[in-house]
C-alpha cells in the first residue's frame, strides 16, 4: 500500500492493512518504568533518538488510553498484581514490549522477590535485550513491533517455567483486534 | 592522623568503646578495634541499657543511629566456623557533635530471636527493626509496628536466612516456579 505508487490519486487496500498501517504510526504507549532501563528508555524519547518520527512520542499515563505497554526494569514479585491490573485496564487491541534484560527472563536476578520474565504474567509481544539496551536497540524492537501492528499480529501465550513451554494467555475481557476486525468487514 | 588506642588512654582521653567498656564491664562479651573502627559484642540483655548510656552521656552524645542490620551466621566460612548464637544483630551509631562512631552486636538465638526495640531513643529505628525481622525473622520486643516492610504479607519464612532456599519462589500471580 503506497500514496507515491499511485498514479490516479486512488489507492486500494483491505481494511485490515489500512487499519494496521494507522495503528503503527500513532501508538499511544504507557511506560511502566520501574528501574533503571528508565533512563535509556528516557533517552530513546527525548529529541535527540525522538520516537516521534516512528508515531509514537506520545506517552499516556493511563492504560486505558493507550494500546502499547512499554514494561522498562525489573519486575518483583510485590509489583507482579499490578502490572497484571495495569495489562488488564487496557482496551483491546494492545501489545506489551518487554524493555531490558530483566523484564525479558529476569536478568541476572535469580532471587526471591524478582519475576523471572513479565512473560509469566502476561503476553509479550516484543523482547528488547540489554542491560540497559541502547537506543537503536529499542528503536529496532519499535520498529519490529511496527510490523507485528501492520500484520494484525498479536501474542497470545504465557510462558508457564515449569514445563518450559507457552500456554495460552486467558484473553482479558475485551473487545480483540480479531473481533473488530471481524466487527468492520461485516458492518455495511 | 586517627590516635592509637594506648596513647589516648594515657592522655586520659577514652574512646567511645573504652568508655563503654568501663561503664558496662560486666555486660561486654568481646571487643575489636582497628584504626579507630571500634566494635563491642555485648550481652543482649544489657542493650536498653547500653544504648541509652550511649545517647545520654555526654562525652558519647550518639545522635545518629545510622544503620541497624542482622548476619546470620548460619554455615560460616563454609560451616567451618560454629558461632554459639546463630544470629547477631548488629547496630552503627554515629556522633554528629564528637563525629565519632561505634559499632555494637549483639548475639541472639535461634530458638528464641529477640532483642529489645531501639525505637524509643532512635525513632529511625522503626523501619530497620522492620527490615531485620522481614528479612530475618528477629523479632524485636517493644516495636510499635512489627510488621514486613519489603515483602508481601503473604511471604512464607525470611528471605536472607541461609537456610532460606535460594530457588525458591513465592509469587503473587503466575505459576509457582
Redesign the interface.
Known amino acids: 500500500m503506497s500514496f507515491l505508487s499511485s498514479p490516479t490519486g486512488f489507492l486500494t487496500s483491505t481494511i485490515k492493512d489500512a487499519l494496521g498501517w494507522a495503528r503503527k504510526y500513532s501508538i499511544f504507549q504507557y511506560p511502566f518504568v520501574t528501574a533503571c532501563c528508565g533512563m535509556e528508555y528516557m533517552s530513546t524519547a527525548a529529541s535527540h533518538y525522538d520516537v516521534d518520527r516512528f508515531g509514537a512520542g506520545f506517552p499516556r499515563f493511563s492504560p486505558r488510553q493507550s494500546d502499547v505497554l512499554f514494561v522498562v526494569g525489573t519486575i518483583s514479585?510485590?509489583m507482579?498484581?499490578v502490572l497484571?491490573t495495569i495489562h488488564d485496564q487496557m482496551c483491546e487491541p494492545k501489545w506489551v514490549v518487554a524493555f531490558g534484560v530483566c523484564t525479558c527472563t529476569g536478568g541476572f536476578y535469580?532471587?526471591?522477590?524478582t519475576?523471572?520474565g513479565i512473560d509469566?504474567?502476561i503476553p509479550v509481544d516484543i523482547y528488547i535485550p540489554g542491560c540497559p539496551p541502547r537506543p537503536e536497540n529499542v528503536i529496532d524492537g519499535l520498529m519490529k513491533l511496527q510490523e507485528k501492528i501492520q500484520k494484525g499480529e498479536q501474542s497470545r501465550t504465557l510462558y508457564?517455567?515449569?514445563t518450559k513451554t507457552g500456554r495460552p494467555a486467558e484473553l482479558s475481557q475485551g473487545y480483540s483486534i480479531e473481533q473488530h476486525i471481524k466487527h468492520i468487514e461485516s458492518s455495511p | 592522623m586517627t590516635p592509637n588506642l594506648t596513647t589516648s588512654k594515657e592522655q586520659g582521653i577514652l574512646t567511645p568503646l573504652q568508655r563503654v567498656q568501663e561503664q558496662f564491664s560486666q555486660e561486654v562479651v568481646e571487643t575489636h578495634a582497628f584504626r579507630g573502627d571500634e566494635t563491642l559484642v555485648i550481652r543482649p540483655g544489657a542493650l536498653l541499657a547500653v544504648a541509652k548510656f550511649l545517647k545520654t552521656a555526654p562525652e558519647l552524645d550518639f545522635n545518629f543511629l545510622m544503620d541497624l542490620t542482622a548476619v546470620d551466621y548460619l554455615f560460616f566460612a563454609g560451616g567451618r566456623v560454629q558461632k554459639e548464637f546463630r544470629f547477631e544483630v548488629v547496630y552503627h551509631f554515629y556522633s554528629l557533635k564528637h563525629n565519632h562512631r561505634l559499632r555494637i552486636k549483639v548475639p541472639v538465638d535461634e530458638k528464641d530471636p529477640e532483642v529489645d526495640t531501639l525505637t524509643g531513643l532512635w525513632p529511625s529505628a522503626d523501619w530497620y527493626e522492620r527490615e531485620a525481622w522481614d528479612m530475618f525473622g528477629i523479632q524485636f520486643k517493644g516495636h510499635p509496628n512489627l510488621k514486613r516492610i519489603?515483602?508481601?504479607e503473604e511471604f512464607q519464612g525470611h528471605?536472607l536466612r541461609k537456610d532460606?532456599p535460594?530457588?525458591?519462589?513465592?509469587?503473587?500471580?503466575?505459576?509457582?516456579?
Do not use: C, E, W
Open positions: 514479585h510485590k507482579a498484581p497484571k535469580d532471587n526471591y522477590s519475576v523471572m509469566t504474567i508457564d517455567p515449569r | 519489603l515483602m508481601y528471605a532460606y535460594f530457588n525458591k519462589r513465592q509469587p503473587l500471580i503466575g505459576p509457582q516456579n
